[in-house]
């Protein structure tokens, strides 16, 4: 064999063993799997193409001129997943601990890039100590590109950032900006800034695992989309997600072959929402019993979980749904809860995944402390979200659906092509007693028993007012009907709604609070 | 460790007593919110050392319902 074909494949060689036995070891008794054992689990076997192993730094500064960094600690390529194709970018701990130097971002800047141009969606697998400080401008400007490339792809492919180590300062940065974030309980952490350098500026003594983790950014920030236990599951979960969205925002989400048949009656949901109107109940069992094989993918399950958000399939479609909880905080809709929902309902409205919105909530939080939160710009994204999106929406009202919130859940004049209401359902401005309270003030003040006035009043509103019908008469709702009909009427509802396209004036992007 | 409600409402009940051991995610209180009974739910094991509130009490998210060891 030729003398250059040897040199080839020992440099090829050289480069898979990565940091180095040690290194390797080290990263497996942290209980992770290596860089490269993640991209050959990810992908179709034999399908992944690796470009870029030979990409140096070029920093001879602080020791690095002798410093051989492998694929330049990331290790970048294209290959299918489920048989479409996907680009991904994966740090490698064991060389220089992944830290992102210039051409380390270079690499998964232009692999963005290409993503975009190719239309496929980019997963990266964040596991790194830092930015390589050693090569000063150098690194910070290549945080520049990397956030450029995302962010100009962001809404042109789906973009997927895993946290299977530590990513700390600009290493955070890029995967939050990423559309879903994925976090691996013990090995996964993600913040502005690590416990030293919150020690040495702020004198706070704080741990990774407190400040950066789970806690952290699942349940307490909302930076963190879905939880899972290891390197493995994070994958595989991953993999699930991608199926339920198209490859770039010019297709629609693959449609599967329907199973489940699309006119299945669900008798167990007539009967199902209690009686007594301040009972609770828990949305995920309607959920559970109208989509596809009971089958429900849910994002941000741990933050604002009085409001649910997930994918799901009805007859083989994939779909966006918002749905109301009831079980947490009375199904109320806080700063974080109307977050949580534009986010996601602006996702789905980018990539062509019709939106199906189930209200049972009782009102905006009202009060001091979400006033002075600033509940009123934080209700106003969900506002904007729904009343941007040109997807399809189906809006079912199970229960509850009073003032701001029927608005702000997506009613027929702020978004809704199709609005469906049980007979449960009261739908009104607000809750007999407040009105009766309001409208009939004067009258119960002075009248000689307030209490059995007032009581009159509010059973005389809630009569009039406290039932889907007032709605459906003004066309507001498009049809009352039985709860167990209602997967016949969603599945319909999107067969109808399939070809949807809306014409506006040009206008760059609203003005969305923020 | 304090258990405190999510939101602003009124105590209905106390659902366990001092002594008690309970596990995370586990409903111990109602209060009424925003026209909805709203459970109060555990934020990890424990048993219950002390009971704050009586029933009828406005609580808020600074308002300690009870405190478990």
Redesign the interface.
């Known amino acids: 064999m030729r003398k250059i074909y040897e040199e080839l494949a020992r440099k090829k060689e050289q480069i898979s063993r990565m940091g180095g036995e040690k290194a390797v070891a080290n990263q497996k008794k942290a209980g992770k799997w290596t860089a490269r054992e993640r991209i050959e689990y990810f992908f179709d076997p034999g399908t992944f193409t690796e470009i870029g192993p030979f990409v140096r730094h070029r920093i001879t500064a602080f020791g690095m001129a002798d410093k051989d960094v492998p694929a330049e600690g990331v290790v970048v390529g294209y290959g299918k997943v489920n048989g479409r194709m996907v680009m991904a970018a994966a740090e490698d701990y064991t060389s220089m601990a992944g830290t992102f130097g210039e051409y380390h971002g270079k690499k998964f800047a232009t692999a963005i890039d290409m993503a975009k141009e190719m239309g496929i969606p980019f997963v990266g697998m964040n596991d790194s100590g830092g930015a390589r400080l050693q090569e000063g401008m150098d690194t910070l400007e290549a945080y520049a590109w990397i956030f450029k490339s995302q962010n100009l792809a962001s809404g042109i492919i789906p973009q997927i950032a895993l946290l299977m180590g530590p990513c700390l300062g600009g290493q955070a940065y890029h995967p939050v900006m990423q559309d879903f974030v994925f976090q691996c309980r013990k090995t996964g952490f993600m913040g502005i800034a690590g416990p030293a350098f919150v020690k040495t500026q702020l004198g706070i003594e704080i741990d990774l695992e407190t400040l950066c983790g789970i806690q952290a950014h699942a349940v307490k920030s909302g930076c963190t989309h879905v939880v899972v236990e290891d390197d493995k599951d994070c994958l595989d979960r991953t993999k699930e997600l991608l199926n339920f969205l198209p490859q770039n925002n010019k297709e629609k989400p693959e449609r599967l072959p329907a199973t489940d048949d699309p006119n299945r009656l669900v008798p167990e949901l007539d009967g199902l929402v209690p009686e007594h109107?301040?009972?609770?109940y828990d949305m995920h069992d309607i959920l559970y019993k109208i989509v596809d094989g009971g089958y429900f993918y849910e994002i941000m399950r741990d933050f604002a979980p009085n409001v649910i958000v997930g994918f799901a399939r009805f007859n083989g479609r994939s779909v966006g749904v918002v749905a109301s909880q009831?079980?947490?905080?009375?199904?109320?809709i806080?700063c974080n809860a109307a977050d949580k929902v534009a986010r996601f309902v602006r996702f789905c409205d980018l990539f062509n995944i019709p939106l199906v919105n189930i209200h049972d909530t009782?009102?905006f939080?009202?009060?001091p402390?979400e006033e002075h939160k600033g509940i009123l710009r934080h209700g106003a994204k969900m506002l904007y979200a729904y009343i941007d999106a040109t997807v399809p929406k189906v809006t079912l009202i199970i229960r509850?659906s009073f003032a701001g919130a029927y608005l702000g859940m997506c009613c027929k004049d702020t978004g809704a092509d199709l609005v469906f209401a049980w007979p449960e359902a009261t739908v009104t401005i607000v809750?007999a007693?407040t009105a009766a309270s309001v409208i009939f003030a004067k009258e119960i003040k002075n009248a000689e028993n307030p209490e059995e006035v007032k009581a009159k009043r509010i059973q005389e509103y809630r009569d009039l007012y406290e039932n889907p019908y007032r709605a459906a008469e003004r066309g507001y709702i498009d049809n009352v009907i039985m709860p167990n009909e209602t997967r016949k009427y969603i599945c319909g509802a999107l067969d109808m709604l399939e070809n949807k396209t809306v014409a506006r004036p040009w206008r760059k992007h609203s003005n969305i609070n923020l | 460790m304090n258990v405190n409600a999510?939101?602003?409402g009124k105590l209905v009940s106390v659902d366990v007593k001092v002594g008690d051991a309970v596990k995370k995610n586990d409903a111990v209180a109602t209060i009424?919110?925003?026209?909805?009974?709203?459970?109060i739910y555990v934020p990890a094991d424990g048993t219950v050392k002390e009971i704050k509130v009586t029933p009828g009490d406005v609580i808020?998210?600074d308002t300690v319902i009870m405190v478990l060891e």
């Not at chain 1, 009831?326 to 109320?332: A, H, L, R, S, T």
């Not at chain 2, 009424?32 to 459970?39: G, L, R, T």
């Open positions: 109107s301040l009972m609770p009831p079980n947490w905080m009375g199904g109320v806080d009782p009102a939080m009202i009060g402390y509850k809750g007693e | 999510p939101m602003v009424e919110a925003m026209k909805m009974f709203v459970k808020n998210p």
